[in-house]
């Protein structure tokens, strides 16, 4: 599979997302996804499902001939487990559910403006140099957290995991994460079910025969930026790997960027930072 390259990292260029996926439909889908040539696996501790899928990793690799080095893995420290101490024990707990000794990339999964990033970005680079992570990075953070996180992070950080679609425009913190040299990870890249149907994306889809599914994937892609689409059907699993076989033109590249709205935000939790505007 096509890989970014991000401080260092290199990123499979489309991951599977996996919030929500549990038990055997979860191991089910993270050995399917593999099979059909995922190379990428998105999870995090607040999904409460690395146990399954680790073990769909792990099914995996002995059903396809793998190494562990060929898959890459994320994990996330959830905001209310980021003071020190809290944020050592959620990567021990995460491990230990993965059944891995480290992942491909960890990440802040939001910041909490009651830790300084000063800790949270320390803890993060520890779990890096002791070997835990392969690489670190952060989700959701804006344009002001990512200057002071670069600033503080005494390793590279490769990724800012965001959400990012047709109908939000995120040219800011976009233009932010690549300016620290990092890659913008997509998340919800399917609106959350929200892109089939809407008219424009199936039109142009209609013109590459495609869905409209796999024409917001090829949107992001065509931009360098990593989708997680998440989805346990067999069908969609394979469809959403197949955006590498054509491509959007100008003309609709930024035809779809018109479709971004000021309320497109899909995951918007009390949580939030400001968002950049
Ligand atoms: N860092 C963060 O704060 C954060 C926040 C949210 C999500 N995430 C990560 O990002 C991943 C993706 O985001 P998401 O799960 O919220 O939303 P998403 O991937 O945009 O949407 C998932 C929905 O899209 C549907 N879908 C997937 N492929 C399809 C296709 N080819 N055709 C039609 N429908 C399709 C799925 O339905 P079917 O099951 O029927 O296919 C599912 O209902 C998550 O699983 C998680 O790993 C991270």
Same mark, same amino acid.
Not at 18 to 31: F, N, P, R
Not at 32 to 55: I, P
Not at 186 to 193: F, K, L, V, W
């Given at each position: ?142 344009? @002001?957290?990512?200057?002071? $996180?670069?600033?503080? *992070?005494?390793?590279? %950080? &490769?990724?800012?995991? !965001?959400?990012?679609? =047709? ?39 209609? @013109?590459?025969?495609?869905? $409209?599914?796999?024409? *917001?994937?090829?949107? %992001? &892609?065509?931009?360098? !930026?990593?989708?997680? =689409? ?39 939790? @009390? ?7």
């Amino acid at each position: 599979m096509t890989v970014i390259e991000a401080n260092g990292a290199r990123i499979p260029a489309i991951g599977l997302g996996t919030m929500t996926l549990k038990e055997q439909v979860c191991i089910d889908a993270v050995k399917t996804a593999l099979k059909l040539g995922y190379r990428h696996l998105d999870t995090a501790e607040r999904y409460g499902n690395e146990e399954w899928v680790g073990e769909g990793l792990h099914q995996g690799l002995a059903e396809t001939g793998l190494k562990r080095e060929d898959v890459f893995v994320t994990t996330k420290v959830y905001w209310d487990k980021l003071a020190p101490g809290d944020f050592e024990q959620s990567v021990e707990d995460s491990l230990k559910k993965l059944k891995l000794p480290w992942v491909d990339l960890l990440l802040i999964h939001w910041n909490n403006p009651k830790v300084p990033l000063s800790d949270s970005i320390k803890s993060l680079c520890s779990a890096k140099k002791n070997g835990q992570a392969k690489h670190v990075g952060v989700a959701n953070f804006t344009t @002001a957290m990512l200057d002071e $996180a670069a600033k503080l *992070a005494t390793e590279p %950080l &490769v990724t800012n995991q !965001i959400e990012v679609h =047709p109908f939000l425009d995120q040219t800011k913190v976009v233009a932010a994460c690549k300016k620290h040299g990092m890659s913008i990870t997509a998340y919800c890249p399917i609106a959350r079910g929200k892109v089939p149907g809407n008219e424009t994306l199936e039109r142009i889809a209609k @013109a590459h025969d495609k869905s $409209a599914s796999q024409v *917001a994937l090829r949107y %992001l &892609v065509q931009q360098g !930026i990593v989708p997680i =689409p998440r989805t346990a059907t067999p069908a969609h699993l394979a469809a959403n790997l197949a955006v590498f076989d054509f491509a959007l033109t100008e003309a609709e590249m930024a035809e779809i960027a018109k479709l971004a709205k000021p309320d497109g935000r899909v995951v918007n939790p @009390a949580h939030s930072p400001k968002w950049d505007a």
